[in-house]
Structures are given as structure tokens and as C-alpha cells.
């Protein structure tokens, strides 16, 4: 009992400690996916920052191409020559793609080119869109519409940028400062001459002097047009130029980065809301989780915004996942340890109980040996100090310790059965033998013992022999023990009862009957366990070993039959034993 | 197909020895000759008379024995979900097979566009094409349709060689869908291609099936002075890319502009079909490209001021400035027309050049068709046959006038479409194939799908 109760505590001290690791787990992992929270949510947040300063710097370089395209168009119509404004005119708009038309107007707003006279529908647009409106709204009959702002607030300097938008300025610049379309490298001529339309007499001229001018983003019909207007110093035409979108539109993607950082995604939207360039990862459908929106200077491009996208986290690597995994592993940890210590402490249990049985076995074993020796040694005394002079005394005391010697071979014979049977060593011979005959001849040579016991012997065998293979030795050691258990616990009801059935497919049945006081309905089964006695006042009373059953159920089995206990109708108990 | 194929190069290179032999009898090796005809060169006296003034270039063969010019390319191809299946299979045989007749040092750039754009091959040096066509077979479709992307992203990748006078640059879209990405309307992209026409560069575009906005595409060619080809059936791609590389390798002249002056009492008074612009008494015409073996026209209503009879006027001057693609240096040729007048009716009818007659007549058919689509959008299915037919009716007139059995044909034609029209409407079939075919003549378009 001290034993199992050190085995409780130590399991139970293996359950506080395993309990303790658990809750610990849990602890650090509830502390760790808080800091992982907010280390995502930090990294979110710096994502974020990164995002909304590359939109702001996409949003920057589009103004600076925008500035660039103004000022380099601005800068050419300033250049032309007065005197031969409309050949110029004429060869810009027809050579430089960022031209959509060149108008000069009046300086009350009418408007004086392009003249309406073909078939041409883009002039005719040009007059149907803007007559009316440079006549009631045009920026320069206002004084106070000062002067050029082109160098003040898109030329910002000091910005730094990228290659990609620093070669897509550079071209612009060219571009929009060309008069004519003539490429660098063809016009420096190497090797091929150069081209009979590109007009030596028109290089830009210096003009000395000032010029107002501005840049008039006009929606008309709809649509988004971009004028840019100079009025130079003494000249009455007023110059301007509508700027060709589909021309411009194309080279702003220069400023949207080539490849944008993982997981972002940068969108360059116009004045309906429509996308015009995208980089990077962008959402197809809904373009409201922008994570932010930066408008573009509306003195440039009025209504058009950049937009940037972050995708969401990966939920694989959410901190509420690994706190859960990690639970997970502790409590499978904790459950193991738990689990196996009360797996340890059953079996722990077990190997005491069968320790107890076993000191109990030999215990009994040593008790039972002890009786019939004693016997042997006071008969076989009696006999060597010659004191019993009568024949018939003699003879049956040499009788007695004839019979305590076969008591104790049997005992041995039990014993070494046992042993064989626990460690599947027994072999049985099977042969041809009668059943009724072997049990008549086993009967008769223990009826002095059940004589003895003062039990009458009722057979109940049938008068034809019942032929079956079986173990003979097994067969007796069966009986044997069944009787002996009956002479053992039942000699009180004086009667013991055998009789033997055949059954019709083969095989038979065996009944060994007692009056005695019965085996009470919970115990029919235990009794056939190894060291099991049914009570402990018993086992004071009479002695023995606990194996005779267990052995008897054990050799039934192994002949392919079966031992059970039933009670007896009128008192007593009935081992009935089937053979195939 | 060989031997088909086998006698119309047969009779090219007869064509081209004769023409090569008639050029050596007059002027040197002219890429390009400059005509300027007349619908009459003789007038009636003492009226007000309009006449039809046609200036042609004709494009010289390239001499068998001179390498042609390289090309620079930009292949756009539509890669949106729409291009699923046989279409994207086809699509991309047709640009392998582009490829394979590419010279190593043309340029050749690739690429693709569905919800955004994607340079597969930036702007390069043929080479041996190996890499190039792997990345070909790579394409497989998905997302939506970026078209204006598409197109200046090619036209970007063109760009990079723009400077180079050697190469021809050409951008070849290929799409089947709407636009649904960026600017998406025939305008927008007509300015574009007005934009690039500056820069020299030609969008060709190739419309795919019955679900592209056929507006948009042709309006991108036309402004673009590109190709434009509609393609019902995807077998039809490779054919068609092959007919469209030929015209870009067969390039001539580039950068070829014509302008026309008219004298005191002539006043022009609009462009037939080719686009152009009226300044008072000038006239000008862009075209970004001339090729070996094709007339280009333009056509120039005029009005005349009546004159006396056995008077005589210099009716027009066309001087056009090119670029000659073989010897890359600058070319100008200029040319004159004189009209006579008469009181001599049949002498009238007789000068008449039935030709320029029948030119004027398909382009003026090619607008009424354009007119009677947009009234057809409008669901006024009278209202459009009655445009057609009146057309007809100036046709026979004319045809019945100066007998030019070729009007007689297109009139008839011209009325047979309008009964269909009054008949069974106009299914989105037909709009494609008469906003094609209306392009491809205003353009002179020598290779047609259908």
C-alpha cells in the first residue's frame, strides 16, 4: 500500500510538473503573439509609410514630366519668330506627336488659328470647343494672371529620383523643346544626310523679350484638355498649344516605378476615375483599399490622383496561428507526459498486485508442502523407532506416506504445469482413448479420497464407450483438480456428482457436481484466475495455492475445450467441462 | 499552295522586271513616282466644274539583287481571358511564324497585355529568334484587356530604335476584346495614333473574332497609317501575319509628305477617303510609309471657276518629300497637271480617266457605308439604305454619262447592300467587315482577310 501510494505521488508530482510546462507554454506563447502582433503591426505600418512616400514620389515625378512637357512646349512657342509664325506653326503641329493643335488667338480671346475652312474635323473640333470659351474665359485677358510660374513650383529640385523617370523626363524635354520631329541622330546627319523638312531657318531664337504665359487645364465635353498659352511681350497674337493626351499619356508611365516592392501595387488614375498606368500588384475590381491617395497638382492635371495598394498579410504567418500551433504542441506535450505517467502507474499497480500474488503462491505452495511432509516425517519417525509393533498399523502408516507422497507429486505436478502453461510450453499428445473408461478408472482410484473427505461418489456415465482424441494426462490433471477443489471447499455437502453427455456433432460434456456452498455469481469467473481465492476467510480455513482452477481452465483450453462454473440446481456449484 | 505560291512570285518578278525596265528608260531607280491625274483633263467651258484630282505614288519594287531595309517591330498581343483556346494557339503560331521570316538584324520586341502590361521581350536584335520564340510559347491568357497600354508600350519599345534610319518601325497589335482598361475610346486612341504617325511610326491592328471594338482598331490603323485586318476565324492568323510582314519588309519610302498647291481660281475643297488637311490653296498628305509595288493615292475634291473655251490652267502642283529606305537620303519630286476647255461635249466624256472615276467612286462608296453604320447605331435602317442608294444613283449617273462600265458594277453592288441592309439589318458581322474594308480603301490597303 506504502508502495502504490509513493507510486501516486510521484505521478503525481509528474502531473503539477507537466501542468507547470503547460501553463508556462501557454504563458511565453501568449506573450510572443502579442509581440508579434505588434511587430506586424509595426512592419504594416512602416509598409504602409513606404507606400504612401513612393505614391507621393510617383505623384511628384508625373508633375515634373507634366512641368517638363509645359515648359518645354511653352518655351518653343515663345522662340518662334513672330514674322513667320504660321509656317512654324504649321510644322510643329504637324511634326511634334505632343501636339494637338497650335491656335493663336486675340488678346480679348477670339480666335485667329486654326481658320475653319476645309473638311478637316480635328480643326473643326478645335473652333467647336474653344472659340466660345476663350472669348468669355481665356487666362490672359485677366492682368493679374501673372507671370509664368513654370520655374516656381514644379522645377523642385532638390528631389531625388530614379533612373527610370530621369530618362523618361529626358525624353519629354527633347520632345516637347523639339519644333520639329527630327531625331538627335539623324539631324547630326552621321552618314546619312540630313532630312530636306527639317528647317535649318527656324532654330529656337533667344527672345530678349518677357513673356506672360500659362498652362490652362480646361475640361470641355467631357473630356480633359490641357492648353498651354504665351503671350510674348509685344506681339498681339497671343500662342497656344492643345496638347495631345494620347501623346502624353504613354510616356507618364515613366514615373510609376518599373518594378514596384512586393506586395504593392501603384495605379495612376485620370480625372473619370480610370486607370491609365499601374504597377505592381493592383486589385482588379476594388480600387476603395488603396492605402493611400495622393492628388496630383491640379494646376498640372486637375482630378488625377495616385493611388497605392498593399496586399493584405499571408493569414499562414498571423500571429494568432502560431500562438494556436504552438498551444497545440504544448498541450499535446503536456498530455503526453501525463498520460504516460498514469500509463507507468497502472502498470506499476499491476506489478504489485502480481508480486503480492506471487509471495502469497509461495507462501500456500511452501504450506502445502509442508502438511503432507509433515506426515511423512511423523509416520516415517513412528516407524523407524520401531515403537509400532502391530503388522496392520505398520502397513497402514507405510499406506499414509505412500499417499502424501503422491499429494505432494501432485502439487509438484501442479506446480511445474503452471510453469509450462504461463510460459506456453505445454505440449499435449492427442490420442484415441474412451472417455467413460478413463473416467471410471480415475474415479476408482480416488474414491478412498473422497471416502476420506466423507463424500459419496454419484456416477452418472453411459453403459457404451464415447471415443474422443484427447490428452489423457491433461485429461486427469483436469479432473484431478476439480475433484480435489470439491473435496477441498464442498466436502460439507457429502455428495459429489459426475456425469458424462455425448453430443450429437462430436465431442462431450463433463459435469463434476457438489452440494456445497456454492460460488456466489460474481466470483464464477475470477475463480478461474491465477492466485485468486474467493474470500480470505477461506484461505485461513483451508489451504492451497490458488492454481488448481486456473490450471484446470488453462489445459480445458488448450485441448480445444472449455471450463465454466454454473450453480446447481438445489445447493452447490458444477464445473462443467466440454471436450470436442 | 506551292505552286500557287510559286507563280505569284513568277509573275512579281515579271511585273517587277517590267516595271524596273520602264523606270530605267525614263528616270533612274525611283522608289517612289509621283502622279498627279484628273477625273477630266478636259472641261466643259463657261461653268462652275468640280474635278477629282488624284495624286498617286507609285511604289517601286525592290531590285531583287539590293537587301531590303530592316524592320523594327513591337508584337502587341491581347492576352486576356477572351483569348482562351484556339485563338491564343493560333496567335501564337502566326507570330512564330512572323519570326521565322524575320532577318537577324531586324528588331523585334513582344508584347502582352491583359488587366496590365508586360514587355515579354524588350526591343532587340532578331539574332538566331531562339529566345524569342520561347518566350512566344510561353504566353497563356488571363485577365482583362489593357489596349492603350498595350499599344504604347509598343510603341515605346519602337521608340528605342527610332532614331535609327535604317528600320522601318511598325507596332502590330493583335486583340479580340473591348478595352477595359485606361483610355478605351476610338478618339483617344485615334489621337494616339495621330501622336505616333508623328513619330513615324504605323500601328497595324488585327481584330480577332466578333468581339473587338472594330471603331477603335480601324481608327488607330487610319490615323496611324497602319494596316487593318478583321479576322473572323483564328485559322486565318498566320495568313494574315504573313501578308502584313510582307508589306512592312517591301517598304520603300518613309516619311512621305505631299503637298499640293492650287492656283488663283481653283479652290480644293475636301479629302476623299485618305485623310488630309485643307490651308487655303494647299493641300497636305502624311504618309508614314510607301510600299514596293503598291499605289498610294490621295483624292482632292477641287473646284474649278469657269473658264473660256480652248483656255488652258495649270490645274495643280503636287510636290511630295520622302525618305528613300534603301539609300536613306532625302528625295523630292514634284509634278504638275493641266486642264484644257472646251464647248466639245463628247470631247469631255472622252478625255475622262475612268480609273481615277472608279477610285473616287469606292472611296465616296467607302463613306457612305461609314455614314450608314453611324445611322444604323442610331436603329435608322431607312435612313441608312436611303444614304447607300443615293450614292448608288450619283454612281450611275457618272457610269451613265462617261460609260465606265465600272461604276455601272458598283452601283449595283452598292444597291444590292442597300436592300440586304433594309432586309436583315446590319449584324455585328458586317459592321466589322464595312468599317474593315472602309479603312483598308481609304488606306489602299493591297491585302485584305476577306
Known sequence: ?580 | MKTKKYFSRLAMALGCAALFVSAFAKTPAEPVNLRLEFDRPVLPADSMETVIVKVALDGARLPANKKRPPVNLALVIDRSSSMHGDKIVKAREAALEMLSRLAPDDRLAVIAYDTAVETLVPAQLVGDGREIAEVIRSIRPRGMTALFGGVSQGASEVRKALEDVRFSHRVILLSDGQANVGPNSPDELGNLGSALMKEGISVTTIGLGLGYNEDLMTRLAQRSDGNTYFVESSDELPQIFAAELGDVLNVVARRVVVDVEFPEGVRPLRFVGREGRIDGRRAHVRLNQVYGGQEKFALIEVEVSSRRKNARLPLATARVNYEDALNMRPVTREARGEVRFTDDHDAVVKSANQRVQADYALNRAAESRDVAIALMDERKPTAAASELRARAAEMRSVADTYRNKQLLELAAKQEAEAARLEREGMSNESRKLYRAQNAQTANQQSTSSR
Open chain 1, 1 to 580: 500500500m506504502t508502495t502504490t501510494r509513493r507510486i501516486f505521488v510521484y505521478w503525481f508530482l509528474l502531473l503539477v510538473a507537466a501542468l507547470g510546462v503547460g501553463a508556462g507554454a501557454w504563458w511565453l506563447l501568449q506573450r510572443e503573439e502579442s509581440r508579434l502582433l505588434v511587430r506586424t503591426e509595426a512592419a504594416e505600418a512602416a509598409r504602409r509609410a513606404a507606400a504612401e512616400a513612393r505614391a507621393t514620389l510617383v505623384g511628384e515625378n508625373v508633375e515634373l514630366l507634366v512641368g517638363d512637357v509645359r515648359s518645354g512646349l511653352l518655351d518653343t512657342l515663345t522662340n518662334f519668330a513672330e514674322d513667320e509664325l504660321a509656317e512654324s506653326l504649321d510644322a510643329w503641329e504637324s511634326s511634334n506627336p505632343l501636339v494637338r493643335t497650335a491656335f493663336l488667338a486675340s488678346s480679348t480671346g477670339s480666335l485667329l488659328r486654326p481658320e475653319v475652312n476645309g473638311a478637316d474635323d480635328e480643326r473643326h473640333g478645335f473652333v467647336r470647343r474653344f472659340s466660345t470659351l476663350f472669348r468669355t474665359q481665356s487666362p490672359w485677358r485677366r492682368p493679374e494672371s501673372a507671370k509664368s510660374r513654370a520655374d516656381g513650383d514644379t522645377e523642385r529640385a532638390s528631389r531625388s529620383n530614379v533612373a527610370g523617370i530621369q530618362s523618361a523626363r529626358r525624353e519629354v524635354q527633347v520632345l516637347s523643346q523639339n519644333k520639329l520631329y527630327v531625331p538627335a541622330e539623324r539631324a547630326r546627319g552621321s552618314g546619312a544626310p540630313k532630312v530636306a523638312y527639317a528647317d535649318e531657318e527656324s532654330r529656337p531664337r533667344a527672345q530678349t523679350g518677357l513673356a506672360r504665359s500659362g498652362w490652362w487645364p480646361v475640361t470641355v465635353d467631357g473630356r480633359l484638355h490641357l492648353l498651354g498659352w504665351v503671350w510674348p511681350d509685344g506681339t498681339a497674337r497671343v500662342r497656344g498649344v492643345d496638347v495631345e493626351l494620347a501623346a502624353l499619356l504613354p510616356r507618364l508611365a515613366g514615373a510609376l516605378p518599373q518594378e514596384a516592392g512586393a506586395g504593392e501595387g501603384y495605379v495612376l488614375r485620370d480625372e473619370k476615375g480610370r486607370t491609365i498606368h499601374q504597377s505592381g500588384i493592383v486589385p482588379i475590381q476594388n480600387l476603395d483599399t488603396a492605402v493611400a491617395r495622393i492628388p496630383i497638382a491640379s494646376d498640372l492635371l486637375p482630378g488625377w490622383e495616385v493611388l497605392a495598394f498593399l496586399e493584405p498579410p499571408k493569414t499562414s504567418s498571423s500571429p494568432l496561428s502560431f500562438f494556436w500551433l504552438g498551444a497545440l504542441l504544448a498541450a499535446v506535450l503536456v498530455l503526453a507526459i501525463v498520460t504516460s505517467g498514469w500509463l507507468l502507474l497502472r502498470q506499476a499497480r499491476r506489478s504489485e498486485a502480481d508480486a503480492v500474488q506471487k509471495t502469497s503462491f509461495v507462501a500456500n505452495v511452501s504450506h502445502e508442502f509442508k502438511t503432507p511432509l509433515t506426515t511423512i516425517r511423523l509416520y516415517s519417525e513412528l516407524l523407524e523407532q520401531g515403537r509400532v509393533a502391530d503388522a496392520n498399523k505398520q502397513s497402514e502408516y507405510l499406506r499414509i506416506i505412500g499417499r502424501e507422497t503422491q499429494r505432494l507429486a501432485r502439487l509438484v505436478n501442479n506446480a511445474l504445469d503452471f510453469s509450462r502453461l504461463e510460459e506456453g510450453r505445454k505440449k499435449y499428445q492427442r490420442e484415441n482413448c474412451d472417455l467413460v473408461e478413463e473416467l471410471s478408472r480415475l474415479l476408482d482410484a480416488l474414491t478412498p479420497r473422497l471416502a476420506e473427505a466423507g463424500m459419496r461418489l454419484i456416477r452418472k456415465l453411459p453403459e457404451s464407450p464415447l471415443m474422443l482424441k484427447t490428452d489423457r494426462d491433461a485429461l486427469e490433471q483436469i479432473l484431478l483438480n476439480l475433484i480435489e477443489n470439491a473435496c477441498k471447499y464442498a466436502a460439507s455437502g457429502g455428495e459429489l456428482e459426475v456425469s458424462v453427455s455425448a453430443y450429437e456433432e462430436g465431442g462431450a460434456e463433463v459435469r463434476v457436481g457438489d452440494r456445497g456452498p456454492g460460488v456466489p455469481a460474481a466470483e464464477r469467473e475470477r475463480i478461474f484466475e491465477k492466485f485468486h481465492r474467493v474470500d480470505e476467510s477461506l484461505t485461513a480455513e483451508k489451504s492451497g495455492t490458488g492454481l488448481g482452477l486456473s490450471i484446470a481452465r488453462q489445459l480445458a483450453r488448450g485441448l480445444g475445450g472449455e471450463l465454466r462454473c454454473e450453480a446447481r440446481p438445489g445447493g452447490g456449484a458444477v464445473f462443467v467441462l466440454t471436450l470436442p
